[in-house]
């Protein structure tokens, strides 16, 4: 009862030193060491600004869990990534929240398109625990109820080793939203899918934390403004199709010490055989030799375009039991 009592006093102090904070302060940039949900979520409450806020959609996706847990607003479900990242370039979302990277897929291509096409900066990147649940309807309290099991062919795949202990029949959906919609109304069916989604349409987790390997997906918070202040910095660029360049344009950061933690290259319009690049980088626009590693990046590249500095958020999944 003590440790219940303490942790309430400590819960109340947060909510008595957030509301005191000055206005307009960027909460985002407090909280890149917080993992506790229940601290995101008080924290979330005091983050300045509303607004609309896209995600990827429909509602329950893990774009979506993302949205809810970090920031406030309208949230609006989007059906494709090129429409997120354009809407918030045009000024008509506030903020975006899109999938980048998943430790095991790999990066997420059209959304390196998307940011490649719009200029849009990026306010905060998020790596995300993912967890699979097996879903069912409220009335069911066994496994051994279910006949078939619905789900997207990734989320089967990533849940492979849980799914064949079974011995259930299991059939794809093109989304774990479809698979959601096949199990409402019928007993004997579930579905591979989030927590949050489960909820939101009335049904329940079973069970989670059901794959085979653990999950993490790197999803971006999309602004307009380009940030110059955080852990990590975002940037594309081209460089010349001839020997070296790639080099050249890289060995700056190399030589100031600065830990590249992502490049991947996709094809451009400008030619055949034709690179853009896109690069996140330990370092923030606010530091003198990150600005002098891109002048010198510049001097090696046909274009180069920053999407910011911003901060690298790592929490846990959704949950709300």
């Not at 409450?45 to 600004?49: K, M, P, V």
């Not at 309290?141 to 051994?144: A, E, R």
């Given at each position: 009862m003590?440790l219940?009592?303490q942790?309430?006093?400590?819960i109340?102090?947060?909510r008595s030193i957030?509301?005191?904070?000055?206005?307009?302060?960027?909460?985002?940039?407090?909280?890149?060491?917080?993992k506790?949900p229940v601290?995101?979520?008080i924290?979330k409450?005091?983050?300045?600004?509303s607004?609309?806020?896209?995600?990827l959609?429909?509602?329950?996706?893990?774009?979506?869990?993302v949205a809810?847990?970090?920031?406030n607003?309208?949230m609006?479900?989007?059906?494709g990534?090129?429409?997120?990242?354009?809407?918030?370039?045009s000024?008509?979302?506030?903020y975006?929240?899109?999938?980048?990277?998943?430790?095991?897929a790999?990066?997420?291509?059209?959304?390196?398109d998307?940011?490649?096409?719009?200029?849009?900066?990026?306010?905060a990147?998020?790596?995300?625990?993912v967890?699979?649940?097996l879903?069912?309807?409220?009335?069911v309290?066994?496994?051994?109820e279910i006949k078939?099991?619905?789900?997207h062919p990734?989320?089967?795949?990533e849940?492979k080793e849980?799914l064949?202990?079974?011995?259930?029949?299991?059939?794809?959906?093109?989304?774990?939203a479809?698979?959601?919609?096949?199990?409402?109304?019928?007993?004997?069916?579930?579905?591979?899918?989030?927590?949050?989604?489960a909820?939101?349409r009335?049904?329940?987790?079973?069970?989670?934390?059901?794959?085979d390997k653990?999950s993490?997906?790197k999803?971006?918070i999309?602004?307009r403004d380009?940030?110059?202040?955080g852990?990590r910095?975002?940037?594309?660029?081209?460089?010349?199709n001839?020997?070296g360049?790639?080099?050249?344009a890289l060995?700056p950061f190399?030589?100031a010490?600065l830990n590249?933690?992502?490049i991947?290259s996709r094809?451009?319009?400008?030619?055949?055989?034709e690179y853009?690049f896109?690069?996140?980088?330990?370092?923030?626009?606010?530091?003198?030799?990150?600005?002098?590693?891109?002048?010198?990046?510049r001097?090696?590249s046909?274009?180069?375009r920053i999407?910011?500095?911003y901060?690298y958020?790592?929490?846990q999944?959704y949950d709300?039991?």
């Open positions: 003590n219940i009592k942790s309430e006093e400590s109340s102090r947060l957030l509301s005191n904070l000055p206005p307009g302060i960027n909460l985002l940039d407090a909280i890149s060491s917080i506790e601290v995101l979520s924290i409450e005091y983050i300045s600004g607004g609309k806020v896209a995600y959609g429909p509602e329950g996706t893990f774009s979506h869990e809810l847990m970090l920031l607003g309208t609006i479900p989007v059906k990534i090129d429409d997120i990242v354009k809407g918030v370039y000024g008509q979302f506030n975006g929240v899109v999938p980048f990277e998943n430790n095991l790999g990066i997420v291509g059209d959304t390196i998307a940011l490649i096409k719009w200029n849009v900066g990026v306010k990147s998020v790596e995300y625990r967890s699979l649940c879903v069912v309807n409220n009335e309290n066994s496994i051994s078939e099991i619905y789900s990734h989320a089967i795949e849940s849980f064949s202990r079974l011995s259930i029949t299991i059939r794809q959906t093109s989304s774990t479809e698979a959601l919609n096949m199990v409402i109304g019928h007993r004997e069916r579930a579905a591979v899918a989030s927590r949050l989604g909820r939101l009335g049904l329940k987790a079973i069970t989670c934390g059901i794959e653990p993490f997906t999803f971006l999309l602004q380009v940030g110059n202040i852990d910095s975002l940037i594309i660029f081209s460089v010349p001839r020997p360049s790639l080099y050249s060995k190399a030589e010490e590249l933690t992502m991947y094809p451009n319009k400008m030619g055949p055989w853009d896109i690069l996140e980088v330990e370092c923030s626009l606010s530091e003198a030799k990150c600005l002098n590693a891109i002048n010198e990046l001097e090696h046909a274009y180069v999407l910011g500095s901060r958020l790592t929490i999944g709300d039991s």
